[in-house]
């Protein structure tokens, strides 16, 4: 066989296969449940502090209120959510609450609940808010958050 008809062998090989359909499954995005809480509930000044020991939470809230001479400042993000920051980054971004089928609620990026840079909601009232990261790990390295409201 001569080269120049390999070639066109090979070329027409190559075109059919890059011609064959082969059938691709798209992840259908989750369902979007409405969070427990209002986004607003999180916008304000908070002293914020972590514990790793539930038996520490009490002494925890308590050291978090002092953090009101400096507080964190929450704010009302441009879309539906709130500008703080995540871990490991001085950047402030817009995160969200979203609710999960499991009836828990996280505060993240425009991704499905519970994604690993979620921190979950443990509880939200207009004077403390308890949250955790999602991830592990994470959560491993800045224990559970409470933040008290300042006055």
Not at 27 to 56: F, H, N
Request: charge should be neutral; hydrophobic fraction near 40%.
């Amino acid at each position: 066989m001569r080269s120049d008809t390999c070639l066109k062998i090979v070329f027409a090989v190559l075109f059919v296969g890059g011609c064959s359909s082969t059938r691709t499954e798209v992840a259908t995005p989750a369902v979007a449940i409405a969070p427990a809480y209002a986004v607003d509930g999180l916008v304000g000044r908070w002293g914020v502090a972590s514990y790793r020991v539930e038996k520490d939470r009490a002494r925890t809230e308590a050291m978090a209120r002092t953090q009101c001479r400096l507080p964190y400042v929450i704010t009302k993000g441009p879309s539906d959510g709130v500008m703080m920051h995540v871990a490991d980054d001085a950047q402030l971004y817009e995160l969200t609450l979203k609710g999960s089928k499991d009836g828990k609620t996280y505060l993240g990026f425009d991704a499905p609940p519970g994604d690993p840079q979620d921190r979950e909601i443990l509880s939200f009232s207009d004077k403390v808010v308890v949250m955790q990261y999602a991830n592990p790990e994470t959560h491993a390295r800045y224990g559970t958050f409470i933040y008290t409201r300042c006055a």
